[in-house]
Nanobody, 116 residues
Framework: QVQLVESGGGLVQPGGSLRLSCAAS????????MGWYRQAPGKGRELVAR???????KYVDAVKGRFTISRDNAKNTVYLQMNSLKPEDTAVYHC??????????WGQGTQVTVSS
């Protein structure tokens, strides 16, 4: 089992910034992909960004140039720096973990609300 604990969500005005963190613990396999997905009200869950254990990244087009994903392998933690936030970024953001053994775990989610 792998446990994921997210933090850093909240309410921010348009144009503002937030930094999400996700700390993993438990039976972690070093070769893995961690990422952030989001789900807005009435919509499906979508990938925001993901990063593999050697630093390769992928972003959804809507956040390119505004969001940056990074990780600290020593701390088993992944971060999502979100800048120039827009109202359409409002969603519950979930951390994910997937490893080479096919294990897939999700965090409980953290709310991000962008509103004036």
């Amino acid at each position: 089992q792998v446990q994921l604990v997210e933090s850093g969500g909240g309410l921010v005005q348009p144009g503002g910034s937030l930094r999400l963190s996700c700390a993993a613990s438990g039976s972690i396999i070093s070769v893995n992909v961690m990422g952030w997905y989001r789900q807005a009200p009435g919509k499906g869950r979508e990938l925001v960004a993901r990063i593999n254990s050697v630093g390769g990244t992928k972003y959804v087009d809507a956040v390119k140039g505004r969001f940056t994903i990074s990780r600290d392998n020593a701390k088993n933690t992944v971060y999502l720096q979100m800048n120039s936030l827009k109202p359409e970024d409002t969603a519950v953001y979930h951390c994910s973990y997937m490893d080479v053994a096919g294990n897939n775990y999700w965090g409980q989610g953290t709310q991000v609300t962008v509103s004036s």
